[in-house]
């Protein structure tokens, strides 16, 4: 799988939330700021994605506390989609770990903001852009 992407690697992944109502509101609008939106929704787990595909996945929690934080970074066209999903999560009540700016340490054009979603886990929107940007 030499220069395989992610996306030959995960089909889909998901993710539980204590309190589902308030992250699936979390997410609709979040998403939707990077073009995504719910292609399935059973009720107790819906599906994000673009057409027919739904690559993300929140789950109700019906058990003791979820057992982690997990980290989560969403693809973002430029670097003002970046933008944009930062000030929605902010809008919507998230808590802000990194304001969107240049992460050089990563790589050179690795723009990113990073938000704690309602389930406390780390969910970042990065561009890939050009080294320079």
Known sequence: MAGGSIGEVIDHFGINCSDFETSATFYD???GVLGQTRVMDFGVAIGYGSGDHAPFWISRWEGAE???EMHVAFAAADAETVQAFYDKAIEMGAESLHAPRLWP???PGYFGAFVRDPDGNNIEAVWHGP???
């Open 105 to 107: 340490e990563y790589h």
């Open 66 to 68: 979820p057992n982690r």
């Open 29 to 31: 609008a979040v998403l």
């Open 131 to 133: 080294a320079g940007s």
